[in-house]
């Protein structure tokens, strides 16, 4: 079964600081990743998403994240951070197949504190 | 363009009661899901739909109903509401396929006294 880590329960950086948040899956093949962020009070928005190719994609809000097979990681990084990037942040696991339906396994989430 | 929307937004129960969430969606999506959030466990599916009449269980089905009657619809029954049912629900939906990204509502808020 996928499964999926996000090691870091909250975060915090100083706004204008680079920012990494990571995440590590379990999966046999060829995983489908996903980034999602989550204001307070709202829905999951998607960041940002990896099917195949190149394995640095760029997101919204400025947000990266890079694919490495060997280290089953699929990270999310910020060059510089802003005050309204405060919010929760999961990783999610997709896979292929006509019966995965587009079901995803969620991570625990990370949440991120950003201080002026 | 409403997208996902779930209603109602906030609910108290008391243990015991029934009650339906609904989720509409706009997109003319195929595949629909509900999920439940729990502090420290993310995102956990209860059951989801590929289609107009069809549904299916996900992770954590039990003490939970649900019923797509129309495609554009997607209803989330509790029939004897439990205090371990209090939770935050959200209810997403995609196009067809595996790689699809699946589109939000913003949350039912749900307490079981």
């Known amino acids: 079964a996928q499964s999926v880590t996000q090691p870091d329960i909250h975060i915090t950086v100083s706004e204008g600081a680079s920012l990494e948040l990571r995440c590590n899956y379990s999966?046999?093949?060829?995983?489908?990743l996903f980034w999602y962020v989550q204001s307070p009070g709202q829905g999951l928005q998607l960041l940002l998403k990896?099917?195949?190719?190149?394995?640095l994609v760029q997101g919204i809000k400025g947000f990266e994240a890079e694919f490495k097979r060997s280290q089953s990681s699929f990270n999310l990084r910020k060059p510089s951070v802003h005050w309204s990037d405060a919010a929760e942040y999961f990783c999610?696991?997709?896979?292929?197949?006509?019966?995965?339906?587009?079901?995803?396994?969620f991570g625990q989430g990370t949440i991120l504190t950003v201080h002026p | 363009n409403a997208g996902v929307t779930q209603t109602p937004k906030f609910r108290v129960l008391k243990t015991g009661q029934s009650m339906t969430l609904l989720c509409a969606q706009d997109m003319n999506h195929e595949y629909m899901y509900w999920y439940r959030q729990d502090p420290g466990m993310g995102l956990r599916l209860i059951h989801y739909?590929?289609?107009?009449?069809?549904?299916a269980k996900g992770e954590v089905p039990d003490g939970y109903n649900v019923s797509r009657l129309k495609k554009q619809n997607f209803l989330l029954g509790l029939e004897s509401a439990a205090p371990s049912q209090t939770s935050v629900y959200f209810c997403a939906s995609s196009y067809r396929g595996y790689n699809q990204p699946q589109h939000f509502g913003d949350g039912t808020r749900l307490s079981i006294l």
């Open positions: 999966y046999g093949a060829t995983p489908y």
């Open positions: 739909s590929v289609g107009e009449g069809t549904t």
């Open positions: 990896y099917f195949s190719g190149d394995t």
């Open positions: 999610a696991v997709g896979n292929a197949g006509g019966t995965s339906y587009g079901k995803l396994t």
